[in-house]
DNA sequence: AAGGGTCTTGGACACTTGACCTACTCCACG
DNA sequence: CGTGGAGTAGGTCAAGTGTCCAAGACCCTT
């Protein structure tokens, strides 16, 4: 096995985790099974990590940063207002049904880190990172199309949020795409009804 | 120990797993712990059940059960629609803030469940159950004011519990009441612009 | 070339897990 | 009665878990 300096190790490792852990589920996700995703023995998990649990901390900040930046990143900037907040709907959903397993994932690793005292800031960390990205998608919209928004942006992002969760959570549980689509576009209106 | 019929200890077991699960989370509930829970021995649970995952298929249908009836029982009949709808959204929320870790339970259960193919029915089934739930209550609202819906009920079902499940979630990990209460609010109002 | 950090290895550790088994106690019924 | 099945206790089992360690391999510096 190639030698590699220990800060580098520490980055396969997170995603060696990520992997495993989209792929084959959060409870599945032991130190040896990351260990032989990248065809290294178990013992460097724990030379690279005080823990598993640091190691899962450090998923949870890659995975929150790497979200905010692919939901931005599937947004086609669109002319009118309209036109934006339905593609920063369809953006973001294309993104959910290209990767159902991820979006699992958040919610699992959202639910594990709920669960103690220690890694429930993870679980604040992580939701502050989604609304502050939506904040900033707001912000874009609105700077492109020269709107304002009627209620403050910290609100419209928390509701934002709320329906991309319900909605994303409903349709990975009974895959009724034209139901969650239909769900997103009504949400959109509702929301384009708040832009002046 | 207290010789107790079968059918009777399947319920018990059920309802010391529910507490178990509710308590210290999906993951710490073992054979063992539900035992103990009851204070029987842990052969008990493998008497009563074939299997673990028989006892927490029947978690799962209880709690889906138990949820739409709690959830229809916290709805106080209010005149118009106005004070209906608030009314619904705002006893589903005192059923929440009463009951958070009931509510991640839930979450625990579906991340669960969608992660292998022979309990994903299960999450199929518990989704079915939370819209048929809401859909009852739409028609409550609309049998008791004599109004109509302008959406189909079952979209408009699909809606609410985006919300509801997105709100709870956000809650879930920032705890901010004040935030989730004015979400609620406002996303009923834009519900109440789909009555007449 | 020698030395000394830096990485890697494979195995051992103490423990928990779900599953299963056998010997037993109890009680209703014939 | 007493007998048979329902219910119980407690233990065993193999497999799996996170964690740790001693020993060696590697590579850069001197």
New binding site residues.
């Given amino acids: ?9 520490r980055a396969d490792l997170v995603q060696a985790a990520i992997q495993v852990a989209t792929r084959e589920g959060l409870a ?6 990351i ?1 032989q995703e990248l ?15 640091e ?1 899962l901390h450090e998923v949870i900040r890659v995975i929150a940063e790497a979200q905010v930046v692919a939901a931005r990143a599937a947004i086609v900037p669109g002319g009118d207002v309209a036109t934006s907040v339905r593609n920063a709907f369809l953006g973001f959903w294309q993104l959910v049904e290209a990767t159902p397993q991820a979006q699992l994932l958040t919610y699992e690793l959202t639910t594990w880190a709920l669960r103690n005292a220690e890694t429930e800031p993870l679980a604040k960390e992580q939701r502050a990172s989604q609304l502050a990205g939506i904040e900033a998608i707001l912000a874009d919209i609105s700077a492109a199309t020269g709107c304002e928004w009627k209620v403050a942006t910290d609100q419209l992002a928390r509701m934002t949020l709320a329906i991309t969760d319900g909605v994303t959570l409903g349709w990975l549980a009974d895959r009724d795409t034209a139901s969650a689509v239909q769900s997103l576009e009504a949400f959109a209106d509702q929301l384009l009804a708040l832009a002046v």
């Fill in positions: 096995m190639p030698r590699v300096p220990a800060d580098e190790r599945a996700t032991t130190t040896r099974r260990a065809g290294i023995s178990v013992g460097i998990v724990h030379y690279c990590f005080r823990s598993k649990e190691l």
